[in-house]
């Protein structure tokens, strides 16, 4: 199996770059700089990047940075995906050097969701400076945050993460999304890479048209979550889900609309867990409080 270090970065696409400039500054409180190719690059620590913002013809979810530790690791990483018959293909010089790595190995979950693995990721080590006045984002070893993807397929996702990437399973919920109690339940399996993040990834079964559920990252207080929930109202951005905790990362979040049609979750209180002492659940509940999902995704659905 790969070792993943960490959710490195995340690359989505915009119909309207200055959207997500206007949005990241002034709602979230990301630094924004100007990319390769007419892109953004979104900073929130001592890395160029961690979000980065492409052209695209419409509004989407594009790919995860899943980071591998070096050269050595990249390699048996290609290996891996040669033996269980996974297609990738190398990443281009030109896209190296957007993405700020080394190498680049790209590839397709059986969802269609694209992944990148890398090594050797560029630092500038420049002080991140939020314009909101954002103190700073929890980063570092445990990576930019976590991603929800859809998984239709979601067995044959699953297995492809469990036994390819080497993800482990943290917690699942069974769930239905509407008051039919004709619904089918859907799985949500929350998983794990080599970091102590409660979950870097989250396989949602069903189909999400912008590519992605939610992106989620962590400030370091829940005064500064307060204070983009003001951002958010000042600035006319959409809510998607109201304050809330979960009931099994523990985190206190609100989700807000993104230029790139999917959530984002901006939360405070993430757990930290010991791999080794954990044991798998089921939770029968989202959260323990709030969280009201109807005022965004129920009234979008």
């Not at 390769?36 to 979810?61: A, F, M, Q, W």
């Not at 990738?88 to 700020?100: D, K």
């Given at each position: 199996m790969i070792r993943i270090e960490q959710l490195a970065y995340v690359v989505a696409a915009s119909t309207d770059i200055e959207s997500w400039r206007r949005f990241a500054e002034d709602v979230v409180g990301l630094c924004a700089r100007d990319a390769?190719?007419?892109?953004?690059?979104?900073?929130?620590?001592?890395?160029?990047?961690?979000?980065?913002?492409?052209?695209?013809?419409?509004?989407?979810?594009v790919a995860s940075g899943w980071q591998l530790a070096d050269e050595a690791a990249f390699t048996a990483a290609a290996r891996v995906l040669e033996e269980k018959g996974v297609p990738?293909?190398?990443?281009?010089?030109?896209?190296?050097?957007?993405?700020?790595v080394q190498a680049l190995l790209l590839l397709q979950d059986p969802a269609g969701n694209c992944h990148e693995l890398f090594w050797g990721h560029a630092a500038d080590f420049g002080r991140f400076v939020s314009p909101a006045g954002v103190p700073a984002f929890v980063t570092g070893s445990l990576g930019v945050g976590h991603t929800v993807l859809p998984a239709p397929n979601f067995d044959a996702c699953w297995t492809f993460y469990r036994d390819v990437l080497g993800f482990g399973l943290a917690d699942f919920y069974r769930h239905r999304y509407t008051q039919d109690p004709q619904e089918p339940l859907k799985r949500i399996y929350f998983t794990h890479c080599a970091n102590a993040r409660h979950h870097s990834l989250a396989l949602y079964e069903g189909e999400v048209p912008s590519g992605c559920v939610h992106l989620m990252l962590e400030l370091t207080s829940m005064d500064e979550v307060g204070r983009?929930?003001?951002?958010?109202?000042?600035?006319?951005?959409?809510?998607?889900?109201?304050?809330?905790?979960?009931?099994?990362?523990?985190?206190?979040?609100?989700?807000v609309a993104t230029p790139s049609d999917f959530a984002l979750e901006i939360g405070?209180?993430?757990a930290l867990i010991d791999w080794e002492r954990h044991s798998v659940f089921e939770a029968e509940a989202v959260s323990q409080w709030g969280h009201d999902f109807s005022v965004g995704f129920g009234a979008s659905a």
């Open positions: 390769p190719d007419g892109g953004l690059y979104l900073k929130l620590d001592e890395r160029r990047y961690r979000l980065l913002i492409v052209r695209g013809e419409r509004n989407h979810y990738f293909a190398y990443g281009a010089a030109q896209l190296c050097a957007q993405r700020g983009a929930y003001d951002r958010m109202l000042r600035h006319g951005a959409r809510l998607m889900a109201t304050l809330g905790r979960h009931v099994n990362d523990q985190v206190i979040s609100f989700y405070y209180g993430g």
